[in-house]
């Protein structure tokens, strides 16, 4: 067995006080890892087209005195509720829809079925958690219980991010949402952290055809925007009666292009235009002293990326593209992007030391890594100070998104563990693997009792 075991479904749902561990577990490590992803890939007789639809579970790995506790549950979205109900895919995915009647076609204009299935990426906002996907619906969910709570707050738009940062002025959010209908609008918007808290629409860029959109970055005074040039008619999104994500086109003649624009609401810079590429995921940006923004982001030649993440490719072993990491450096005086590749090692699914260097320059970035020949199968970690990399790897292991977790005392940026679910194929179980972020020596591991389905994204919540 290899990563295949990767995308098939976990029914099972569970509460185990102690994992076994192997090696130590930090003492000081005190709060929880929760994650999300896919974990169910069919309904009834149909199965799901991507990686991106399967039903999300949430998974809680706990912390305590060297010990680690596990448990894990379906999301209750209304979506998996749907399906649960009525034994059929009920809302659409990124890749799925349901069977529907023209009839009921042609309603879903007018109120579209918008699918809440936070499969993606998860958020604390103030002492709320909720599960993300990029439609403007997150669901609440108690971290202890994992229950899930109803719609966690509004998004002002049609389309958004599961990776909003942290707005450091007072602990809420910042994120991007695409606001489509007749006229559309890339916006970015801050949501405090009180429950009482409404969004802010803090900047916006109208825009004719909008781009995919998974990512963004942030400087501290701007937002920063990468048009790729794999683009949606919104049109056609209302009206193709085809799948989500089979609407966007790529198109490279377009360019990629980046637009600053002020997080105060005022200028915007922009758009600057480069070569034609792909990416899910920023990494990180600031600006230098000149004005010049830093943006790194991990980036494809093109979208071949969404095709090969068919649930179809990756369980006959297909190889993804390789990722790189890639430093644009965006000046606004003369209107120029420059790029250039910082390491060789291919690397996604990025993680910084996020609470000391968001907005700020950093040295490290840890990722997923592939040798080219088939899924994620090591952990990388990128020094920029030298441009070189290490990575952990293991036969027939496959690693998800390792999630830095810095030292209470840290002593500099780095200093902290790597937190990683590493489905082990020989096994068919997975690991949690406890790593030195600094050198990736192994610290520890914990080990699952059965195989989690690989997921997207994590965070580690200290207080939990
Ligand atoms: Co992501």
């Known amino acids: 067995m290899g990563s295949e075991l990767g995308f098939e479904t976990l029914e099972r749902e569970t509460r185990i006080e102690a994992l076994p561990v192997e090696g130590e577990i930090p003492e000081w490590l005190g709060g929880s890892l929760l994650r999300t ?11 799901m087209s991507h990686w991106f639809d399967g039903l999300a579970m949430l998974h809680r790995f706990g912390f305590a005195g060297g010990r680690v506790s596990y448990a894990n549950r379906f999301l209750e979205s209304r979506a998996y509720r749907a399906a649960a109900e009525t034994g059929e895919i009920s809302y659409s995915e990124f890749a799925t829809d349901p069977c529907r009647s023209l009839f009921k076609r042609a309603m879903s204009l007018f109120r579209p079925a918008l699918s809440d299935n936070g499969n993606v990426n998860l958020v604390q906002l103030g002492e709320r958690f909720a599960a993300m996907t990029e439609t403007p619906i997150p669901v609440e969910f ?43 609008h890339y916006r970015f918007f801050g ?102 923004v830093v943006a790194d982001v991990c980036t494809f030649a093109d979208a071949e990326i969404v095709e090969s993440l068919y649930l179809g490719n990756l369980r006959n072993g ?35 030391d996020y609470g000391r260097c968001n907005e700020r320059p950093h040295r490290y970035v840890w990722g997923a890594g592939t040798d080219g020949t ?55 179980t997975t690991i949690l693997l406890v790593l030195d972020a600094r050198t990736l020596d192994e610290i520890g591991r914990a080990q699952v009792p059965h195989h989690i389905p690989f997921g997207f994204h994590g965070q580690y919540a200290a207080a939990v």
């Open 37 to 47: 992803g896919p974990a169910k890939f069919e309904v009834g007789t149909r199965g």
């Open 142 to 184: 108690d971290p202890e219980t994992l229950a899930a709570a109803g719609v966690a707050w509004e998004v002002p738009g049609t389309l958004t991010t599961a990776h909003p940062h942290l707005d450091r002025a007072n602990g809420g959010m910042l994120n991007y949402a695409a606001a489509l209908g007749p006229r559309n």
């Open 191 to 292: 949501l405090g952290p009180g429950t009482g808290d409404e969004p802010r629409v803090l900047a916006t860029l109208p825009t004719r055809e909008p781009a995919y959109m998974h990512s963004f970055g942030l400087t501290e005074r701007w937002f920063v925007l990468a048009e790729y040039p794999f683009v949606v008619n919104p049109l056609a999104l209302a009206l193709s009666g085809r799948p989500y994500i089979e609407n966007y086109r790529w198109k490279p003649e377009r360019g990629t292009r980046f637009t600053l624009l002020a997080r105060d609401g005022g200028e915007v810079l922009g758009p600057f235009e480069t070569d034609a590429c792909f990416g899910f995921h920023h990494v990180n940006a600031y600006a230098e002293p000149d004005g010049t």
């Open 318 to 352: 297909a190889a993804i593209p390789a990722p790189e990491l890639t430093r644009f450096t965006i000046s606004p005086g003369p209107g120029t992007v420059t790029s250039e590749r910082l390491i060789a090692d291919p690397i996604d699914l990025p993680r910084i």
């Open 374 to 428: 088939g899924f994620f199968d090591r952990i990388v970690r990128a020094d920029l100070a030298d441009r070189s990399s290490t990575t952990w790897s293991e036969a027939d292991c496959w690693p998800g998104e390792p999630v830095f977790v810095s030292r209470p005392d840290a002593s500099g940026e780095g200093d902290g563990v790597l937190l990683s679910l590493v489905l082990d194929g020989a096994a068919g």
